[in-house]
């Protein structure tokens, strides 16, 4: 019997996993810390799934096929490229930078700041502000009060304290901001809609003008988090953090996004975690409609839970929309960001005559995922037309056109589309637990809150979170 066989039937594990995306390495991190028995494979020979970051020679392999070899000259040496497959900024006050100090994951990990976050707002680029005279650009003298007003009352806000939720000397109000709508509480303020767009989305950053029918407890409690990601660390210029791999003594020099899934990994393994690589599985166990294990060439590795992203579980999940996506290098930072080596670009979708934002995302040689000079942009969204007989080359230059326009020009250019699949259910009664697919936008708040949601449901409790440092 190999190896792996004697680990598939040695024991019951309390989970196996199924992927090694950065959601799923989470999972396997955050359970095994509790002592849980967690067998994590993964049909890949490498870590990070979706995730992943990969050296140029593999990008342009997975993107161009087999022994396309990048242009050297043109982009210099392969060596100083790492390229995320889905590049997200973390928020340095959002819930991901708890986790890593919940399982103290941020000890062996490096961050640095992002130069700039920016809104796409009547034909140009303008920084999201974060003083009054940043804002002063923004908006008129009028709007500019009432934006400032509306900004004070929501930063000395708090739930639990009822002398905060007034607002007002002549029109005076008391807010319960759970039984009102966030439109009902933008009138209130009589913010103009250009303002109103630019709270929702480049700073609650939410994807769509839905927002507006939510409880203004939701959306003030975004902005919050926003504002204070300023002041999570020292130096902030915008409110996220991307991962800057550090060398350790045993560790290849990895860089990009791909070190999280990695390091989580890492923390698995210490725990107890045990994980493979090139392990295919040809199906999940089911007794009586509940997940008790996965075979793999007729073995049988039992388990009290089943995880894992979408790609091992096509008929348990519904594919709901299609992502658009193009990765662009280039030799200049994006023009109107101040030479910025690292930034967020939101355009929201009524600047751009959409139903959803275009996120663009863009970093450089100062994170070390490129060489000197040279610059890495991604930009993504939700398909709204026709992808029937129409080329993939099209649908970008038709779904990310602002974007694009932007980002030229480009040095290379790739696009890549994909599904974004749910599961069809929660997974508590039949203890197999999917992840949702990677979403459009450019940072990881709505991915962490998956991780979270799926955490509570396999332990039956919440994750408690500390704070950042």
Not at 96 to 115: A, G, I, P, R, W
Not at 247 to 274: K, N, S
Not at 311 to 328: G, L
């Amino acid at each position: 019997m190999d190896d792996w066989q004697s680990a598939f039937t040695e024991t019951e594990y309390d989970a196996v996993v199924l992927g090694t995306g950065m959601k799923e390495c989470l999972i396997s991190g955050l359970l095994s810390v509790e002592g849980k028995k967690v067998l994590h494979l993964d049909r890949n020979p490498y870590y990070g799934g979706d995730s992943a970051s990969l050296q140029l020679k593999q990008f342009y392999a997975k993107f161009r096929g087999e022994g396309v070899e990048p242009d050297e000259a043109k982009l210099g040496k392969q060596r100083d490229y790492c390229v995320d497959l889905i590049p997200k900024f973390i928020m340095a006050g959002g819930k991901l930078v708890q986790v890593l100090v919940h399982t103290k994951v941020n000890d062996y990990m490096e961050f640095k700041t992002v130069s700039g976050a920016y809104v796409y707002r009547r034909g140009d680029i303008a920084q999201v502000p974060t003083t009054a005279g940043e804002a002063m650009q923004l908006m008129g003298m009028m709007e500019k009060t009432r934006a400032v007003q509306f900004f004070a009352w929501v930063n000395n806000y708090k739930p639990a304290d009822p002398q905060t939720h007034s607002a007002g000397v002549f029109r005076k109000r008391t807010f319960d901001l759970t039984k009102i709508t966030a439109q009902e509480f933008f009138k209130y303020w009589e913010l103009e809609a250009d303002t109103m767009e630019f709270v929702g989305h480049a700073c609650a950053l939410y994807t769509d003008d839905s927002f507006m029918t939510l409880p203004a407890a939701e959306v003030v409690a975004r902005i919050q988090l926003y504002k204070d990601s300023f002041t999570a660390f020292n130096d902030m210029k915008s409110p996220f953090i991307y991962p800057l791999y550090g060398l350790g003594p045993f560790i290849y020099p990895l860089y990009g996004l791909g070190e999280l899934p990695q390091a989580f990994a890492r923390l698995a393994a210490v725990y107890g975690g045990l994980y493979m690589l090139r392990r295919p599985v040809d199906r999940v166990v089911f007794e009586d409609g509940v997940a008790v294990g996965v075979e793999a060439e007729g073995v049988v590795a039992k388990a009290k839970y089943v995880i894992g992203d979408p790609s091992y579980f096509p008929d348990n999940v519904r594919k709901t929309k299609k992502i658009i996506r193009a990765i662009a290098i280039l030799d200049h930072a994006l023009p109107g960001t101040n030479d910025c080596d690292s930034c967020q670009v939101i355009f929201p979708q009524r600047q751009v005559n959409r139903k959803n934002d275009i996120y663009l995302f863009s970093c450089s040689y100062n994170h070390h995922v490129a060489p000197p000079g040279k610059f890495l942009a991604f930009a993504s969204t939700i398909v709204e037309g026709p992808t029937e007989g129409v080329t993939q080359k099209d649908i970008a230059n038709r779904e990310l056109g602002p974007a694009l326009k932007l980002m030229q020009p480009f040095l290379d250019v790739f696009t890549d589309m994909y599904d974004y699949a749910e599961p069809l259910e929660d997974g508590v009664a039949s203890k197999l637990v999917i992840s949702k697919s990677y979403d459009p936008t450019s940072h990881f708040e709505g991915e962490i809150s998956d991780v979270l949601d799926m955490y509570e449901r396999i332990t039956g409790k919440p994750l408690p979170l500390g704070q950042p440092k």
